[in-house]
């Protein structure tokens, strides 16, 4: 059973900074594209940070300049680095992986994964 688990969110004041993490454990062969979404109250869920594979990324308008993502392949981890942080950034923060893995039965999948999300709060 593949999880992802995500940790590093939590309450910082304006300006400040956070660092979240993504780990990947269970039956997995290859980690393609790593994503980041954030959901705020009564707002849809949106796509905040990607990266490939091979490294690239790519941000929301929102958070460029501000935001970095990183990945450790063989730990099958994937960071947020979050600096400059502003009310607005206040949201539940969940991975997203595009994961090959090993089923119970053997054979072999390639599916999308989502982590259970951690708060992040913005506020003074």
């Known amino acids: 059973q593949v999880q992802l688990v995500e940790s590093g969110g939590g309450l910082v004041q304006p300006g400040g900074s956070l660092r979240l993490s993504c780990l990947g454990s269970g039956r997995i062969f290859n980690i393609n594209t790593m994503n980041w979404y954030r959901q705020a109250p009564g707002k849809q869920r949106e796509l905040v940070a990607t990266i490939t594979s091979s490294g690239n990324t790519n941000y929301a308008d929102s958070v460029k300049g501000r935001f970095t993502v990183s990945r450790e392949y063989a730990k099958n981890t994937v960071y947020l680095q979050m600096d400059s942080l502003g009310p607005e950034d206040t949201a539940v923060y969940y991975c997203?992986?595009?994961?090959?893995?090993?089923?119970?039965?053997?054979?072999?999948?390639?599916?999308?994964?989502w982590g259970q999300g951690t708060q992040v709060t913005v506020s003074s």
């Open positions: 997203n992986a595009d994961i090959v893995d090993q089923g119970a039965s053997g054979a072999v999948f390639r599916r999308g994964y």
